[in-house]
């Protein structure tokens, strides 16, 4: 912690990934700054050097290809929400980029890097992108490493820190058959949901195929609700599978979080809800009163 | 690496039209140097979270919350705020008169922010629904005028600065 700390703009991966190494401790990686600004505006984080990597021109860009499209991590909210290669391949991470609370002047500057390194239960990215089981690229003095969200996620208690800079985000792109819905349960337009939840259905005529869903705001981490739900394939979906989702996807989450957003069992119920939820809207089911916009 | 550091930042802003060069400490906000280096009083501190609004500002164009934005950051930027709207003779812009006129504002304090995210969404959307104002106004809290005059002031700045679209 320090009272005067340093100040560092590296030019490229290569200078921003050596300078970290070099640093023992006390540095933090900046770059729309949303995320890290509150606490060090009231005093919880006193870093001794920052590390803004918002001038590094290889962590800007979305490219499309067909099996696979690639984010970098200073792509802002807004931008998510609004480029065509994502919202044609990637509807529900869009979506989910729209329900991100704080208003659009979070949106114009907070970065979906930023957003997925801070590892915050109730952020709106990490559901999304690991209902798509999306993978992340990142680099450290070890070299550049691939490995999937839910393994990063595993690995990680408090965020990415410096140890690895976040390089990329990469999602296979949606089919247009897949259906998909994202639900936030909030309080108020710009709040944290009390219960996130994204999923990815695929139908074979009226049928379940595959369904997978991932809940967040209910734990300490984004649980992600696939395996179990096994037992809904190959049938039709109807008010009773819904119900039967729902308390499913609800037994799923093991310690809910108590905080401002409701206490812990009422998270675990609504975990559920929000997952049903979201199934409805992905099957077009969602009735308006029920819908979040 | 060592050489990479720097105790300060050198930023180069044109803020409401005016050029400055600037060297800012880190960790010191936008909000900070608007207020405290170039005394714009007009762009109001609020809850330092990013939660309320208040403090917002347009960087490049877009709005944004300069009290979570780090001033080093902003190598070059332009910056508007609420006191670069009135033209130099100062007469208010028509989103400002329309506010005035439509009460769109009581004790004031949040009104910069809603002013310059209302300002934004108009330019974008000429004809914005009561939706379309409720998510450009999302992260801007008002307390006290209420948000029914806020909006009925939104329809009538796009009234007024897009008359020939009505």
Redesign the interface.
Known sequence: MSLHPMYARPRDLEQASELLASLSSGAVIIAGGQEIMPYINYGVMMPDVYVDIGGIDALRGVSAETDEVSIGPLTVHRDIQNIEEIVETLPLLAYAAKQIGGGMQVHNRGTIGGNIVAMHPLYDIAPALLALEADVELLSEKGSQRMSLAELQDLSNHGLGTSSILTKILVKPMSPTTLWGYYKLKNSAGAYGSANAAVVIQLDGENIKSIRVAIGAATEKVVVVSANLDSYLGGPYSSEVGLAIQKTCSDAIGEPLSDQQGDGVWRKAMAGVAARRATEMALGKLNNSSSNG | ??D??????LIQLRVDGQFHELDVL??R?LLDVLRDDLGKKGTHLGC????C?AC?VM?DG????S????A??L?RAEITTIEGLADDDGSMHPIQQAFWDEAGLQCGYCAPGIVL?SL??IQNNHNPST?DM???????LCRCTGYQSIKRSVTEACVRMYPEEK
């Open positions: 690496m060592e990479l550091l720097d105790i300060s930042a880190p960790s906000t330092k979270t990013g939660h609004g917002t960087i877009k709005v944004a919350k009290c979570i934005t780090m080093a950051t190598s995210s934004e969404l939706k409720e998510v450009a106004l999302a992260g801007n």
